[in-house]
């Protein structure tokens, strides 16, 4: 892939589902696709950091979510980039209800175990966009 899928996790602090998002960007961008995705914060996008606007718009972004107002999916729009995959933790959870969420700094295992689920439904799309690109080569 030419450049980097950019992950914007959701930045709910004091949240669990907000802690999911994040920890499911990190198990995404540092063990199942290291090599193909970079974590971008979110605060850097809502103090517009230009950095971070023009690293959103010169990639594909994938954005995970923790609640219905969807702060990353609205941040990453409204910086110019275009979203190539859009999740909601809330959405992967009524998948696996047997994985409640508990914690904030510390996620328990249902936690822990849901981020993985959503990682591992995001790099679904990475491995989508890795292989239109490839086709298109």
């Given at each position: 892939m030419s450049a980097k899928i950019m992950i914007v996790p959701c930045s709910g602090i004091g949240k669990s589902y907000g802690s999911v998002t994040r920890e499911a960007a990190y198990a995404l961008a540092e063990e199942l696709r290291p090599e193909k995705t970079s974590v971008v914060p979110l605060s850097l996008l809502v103090l517009g950091d230009e950095m971070t606007r023009a690293a959103v718009q010169?990639?594909?972004?994938?954005?995970?979510d923790g609640c219905k107002l969807a702060c990353a999916t609205v941040n990453v729009r409204q910086a110019g980039g275009v979203i190539a995959g859009q999740f909601a933790v809330l959405d992967c959870y009524r998948r696996h209800k047997d994985l409640k969420p508990q914690g904030i700094a510390e996620l328990n295992e249902g936690g822990l175990a849901l981020a993985r689920a959503l990682a591992t439904e995001a790099a679904e799309?990475?491995?989508r966009l890795i292989a239109e690109e490839a086709d298109h080569a």
């Open positions: 010169a990639a594909p972004v994938i954005t995970l799309v990475c491995d």
